[in-house]
């Protein structure tokens, strides 16, 4: 989903993570608009994870949600929806 650049939801990934796919299928799903930025296939999202994450040492792995300055590891639904509603984020209408 490719939602304008002022989401509050950014989801890092790679064109073949499967949680990856889940995630983002969720999100559309519950019309949470987000941007999915492929850490592979463009190095300035790969260098911007870097930098949210602190450093390649802290890099465990594809999909890193940012939820409006929360960094979410791994596919995690109720980290993902706390995240969500304590930032207020409502679905978008399709």
Same mark, same amino acid.
């Given at each position: 989903?490719? !939602? $304008? *650049?002022?989401?509050?939801? *950014?989801?890092?990934?790679?064109? &073949?993570? %499967?949680?990856?796919? *889940?995630? %983002?299928? &969720?999100?559309?799903?519950?019309?949470? $608009? +987000?941007? /999915?930025?492929?850490?592979? /296939?463009?190095?300035? /999202?790969?260098? !911007? @994870?870097?930098?949210? @994450?602190?450093? *390649?040492?802290?890099?465990?792995?594809? $999909?890193?949600?940012?939820?409006? #300055?929360?960094?979410?590891? #791994? +596919?995690?639904?109720?980290?993902?929806?706390? %995240?969500?509603?304590?930032?207020?984020?409502?679905?978008? %209408? /399709?």
């Amino acid at each position: 989903m490719s !939602e $304008p *650049t002022n989401s509050q939801i *950014t989801l890092y990934r790679t064109s &073949w993570c %499967a949680f990856c796919h *889940t995630e %983002a299928q &969720w999100l559309e799903h519950l019309g949470i $608009p +987000f941007v /999915a930025k492929d850490i592979e /296939a463009d190095q300035d /999202a790969y260098n !911007e @994870l870097m930098n949210k @994450l602190g450093g *390649t040492e802290n890099f465990r792995g594809v $999909p890193v949600t940012d939820i409006a #300055g929360d960094i979410v590891l #791994g +596919f995690d639904r109720p980290k993902l929806q706390d %995240a969500i509603k304590v930032h207020k984020i409502e679905p978008v %209408a /399709a």
